[in-house]
């Protein structure tokens, strides 16, 4: 499968964006594999930052919980990821991925998407 994630860009604090991770080549592939969105900051190690479950139950790391939405639209194969009240330390490269649960915690993937990068700077 073919992760392509876009939507990333420069936003000003306290702006938004909307992240999308469109999969290829296996038809409805969030209906069968729960998925993440992953950043990776200069510096840092990459992070599971919110998950969702192929029945739609998420998850949220405490430093976005209450500001970014993950969702998804089956139909589309398409992955969200809603950031508000955006902040610089949300700096990073944004990435998608998918598998089982414990795939996702322990970020055992055979690839990467290229990621979108997110800047938040006045």
């Known amino acids: 499968v073919q992760l392509v994630e876009s939507g990333g860009g420069l936003v000003q604090p306290g702006g938004s964006l909307r992240l999308s991770c469109t999969a290829s080549a296996i038809r409805s592939i969030f209906t069968i594999a729960a998925a993440g969105w992953y950043r990776q900051a200069p510096g840092k190690q990459r992070e599971l930052v919110a998950s969702?479950?192929?029945?739609?139950?998420?998850s949220y790391a405490d430093s976005v919980k209450g500001r970014f939405t993950i969702s998804k639209n089956n139909a589309r194969n398409t992955l969200y990821l809603q950031m508000d009240s955006l902040s610089p330390e949300d700096t990073a490269v944004y990435y998608c991925n998918y598998g089982t649960a414990e795939a996702l915690s322990r970020q055992d993937f055979e690839s990467w998407g290229q990621g979108t990068q997110v800047t938040v700077s006045s």
């Open positions: 969702i479950s192929r029945l739609g139950s998420t």
